[in-house]
């Protein structure tokens, strides 16, 4: 795969995969992760890791026109109905508040959004430009007050918004500490936008 992903903030370039500890549940090899992309997509391209904690995410650059994705493969024990309660919660947050930016899942060839491979459930989402907000050395008053207006926005959009799949254990939880997963999934373009 591709180097870790490098982004170019005012900060200067920070490696984005190094922010996040490294996924440590089963993966696609880069071979597997090509092969599903071809085969259920339609889609042959570069592959970058962008790390993450809970699933495994690369970044995908198709080669025939340079569009971008997210791979997302996550663990099949458990994984189909958050996968579902994520899906679900893209339609709500879109359609309470359109104006909002969250990746949606694009369809297989077969017009599915989710592909089971080997212990994993695998889908291809919109790419969303930005940085992890994590991987931002600094963030100026006016992005924290664009994040804020994000943040109340993103609370209000998702209110009334349940699903049993939000209420799983995640990875190194025992199972007697059930918590809502949450994904951190705000990027610096996206409270730039607000800022402004």
């Known amino acids: 795969m591709a180097e870790a992903q490098r982004s170019f903030t005012d900060e200067g370039v920070v490696n984005v995969a190094a ?7 089963p993966m696609l090899s880069e071979q597997d992760a090509t092969r599903v992309l071809r085969e259920e997509w339609g889609i042959t391209g570069r592959l970058t890791d962008l ?3 809970q699933d495994q995410v690369l970044l995908v650059e198709d080669d025939s026109d340079g569009r971008r994705y997210v ?6 024990e458990g994984g189909a109905e958050a996968v ?7 339609r709500h947050f879109r359609s309470r508040d359109p104006g909002l930016v969250a990746p949606a899942a694009i369809p297989a060839l077969q017009d599915h959004d989710l592909v ?3 212990g994993l ?4 989402l919109d790419w969303v430009p930005g940085a992890p907000l994590g991987s931002v050395a600094h963030l100026s008053p006016t992005a924290l007050r664009g994040l804020g207006r994000l943040a109340a926005r993103s609370v209000t959009a998702l209110a009334g ?23 951190p999934s705000t990027v610096v373009g996206a409270v730039e936008a607000e800022s402004r």
């Open 19 to 25: 922010s996040a500890a490294p996924f440590t549940g």
């Open 71 to 76: 791979l997302k493969a996550t663990l099949a």
């Open 116 to 118: 089971d491979r080997t």
């Open 51 to 53: 790390g993450s904690t």
């Open 161 to 183: 918004f349940d699903h049993p799949g939000l209420h799983r254990h995640s990875l190194g939880n025992g199972p007697e500490r059930k918590r809502p997963r949450r994904e």
């Open 121 to 124: 459930r695998v889908r291809l």
């Open 84 to 90: 579902d309660a994520e899906h679900l919660a893209v």
